[in-house]
Each structure stands twice: as structure tokens, then as C-alpha cells.
């Protein structure tokens, strides 16, 4: 992939898009985990909890690249990134986490929640970069100030704007398009470009359509349930 080249770019500003829309909540673990925390402690657990989770996270991001070169690991990602892109759309996400007593407890906890709540992110970021590792740095290093300052925005603009959502669940959707038709052993299935573009198209279409039928139906029976009571 060559640098700047419209490939390039494309696939960073997938990946700017992941990080907005996946990492953004992350932020909000952070924000909770140092709560409990006096004032001047607080800034030094967001700091070194960030910078010990991005450092995870990394060497996390790294790895999943170097696996999906597995053959057949990108088709399994790309399934596992249509279940995640539908997620995005239906689920409404919880915040419950323990504030740390200490500096050193919330600077645990930060590392320990952002592991296991990033693991969309690290699937989502590795697969968009396609084997570029600049673009996964470049990824985390946009992720970084969003996990630390942007929480607060970014939920304000998806509560102003919930067509955030569609769009991040619809380059979720993409990426994990893209990785299946890339897997190596399908190659003859997705030679004619009609055919390739095609199931792209469907994916993105079909986890969007699912996604926002399934809430609008929750939302309904919420509603029914409501009035029934």
C-alpha cells in the first residue's frame, strides 16, 4: 500500500472512524475508574492508565495484524466484524465499573477495562489497516487523545447525531467486508469486480438493515411494555 496513496487514506479514515465511535466509549471507563480519586490523583490515573492500556493495546493491534496473515483468519475476523458492526447498532452499552480505591487500583482497573472492552477496536483497527503497520501507529495515536479528552464530545455528538452510529457500524460493516473478500482461499469466488463490490455492498446494507430493525423492534416493545403497566 503506498503512502498517501487514495488506498491509504481510505483505509485511515476507517480507522479515524473506528477509533470515534469505539474508543470514544472507552473514555468514559477511564473517566469512571479514576473517579473515587482526589482531584490531584485523578489526572495522574487517567495518564498512566492511558498510556499503560495504549501500550496493550499495541502490541495487541501488531499481533492481530501478523495473525490475520494466517490463512483463513481473515475471513473468521471479518465474520467476528459483522457480529460487532450489528452490536454497535442494538446494544445499548453499560458503564458499571468499580472505581479504584487508590491511584494505583484505578490505574488497574483502567488498563484491565480497556484490554477487554478494546478488543472490537483492536479487531476493527487491524483489519482496516490491511497489513500496514503505520496505520495502525497512526490509529492509536489518534485513539489516544480521544480515550483521554474526548469522551464528553464525543457523546454529546452521538446523542445530537445518532447517524454516528449507522455510519461507524457501516464502516465496521466494510472493514469486515473487506477482509473477507481479501482472504486468499476466496479469491476465485470475488475475481469478477461485480461480484466483489457487490457482497460489500450487501454486508454493509444488510448489518445496517438487521441492526436498526432490531431496535426499532425493541424500542416498540419497550414502548408496548410502557403503556401496558
Partial sequence: MELFSMEFLSALLSIVIIDLVL?????????????????HQQKKAVIWGTVGAVVIRALATLFVVWLLKVPGLLLIGGILLVGIAYKLLVEEK?????AGGSLWEAIRTIIIADALMGLDNVL??????HGSFLLVILGLLISVPIMVWGSTLILKWIERFPIIITIGAGVLAWTASKMIVDEPFL???F???????????????GVIAAGTL???K???????????E
Fill in 187 to 189: 479469491d476465485q469466488y
Fill in 191 to 205: 475475481a469478477n469486480p461485480v461480484v466483489k463490490y457487490g457482497f460489500e455492498i450487501l454486508v454493509i446494507a
Fill in 94 to 98: 453499560g458503564h458499571d465499573v468499580e
Fill in 23 to 39: 474508543a470514544g466509549d472507552n473514555a468514559i471507563v477511564i473517566g469512571l475508574a479514576a473517579r473515587n480519586l482526589p482531584k
Fill in 214 to 216: 432490531k431496535k426499532k
Fill in 218 to 228: 425493541g424500542e416498540n416493545q419497550l414502548e408496548t411494555k410502557a403503556a401496558n
Fill in 124 to 129: 476493527a483497527v487491524a483489519g482496516a489497516a
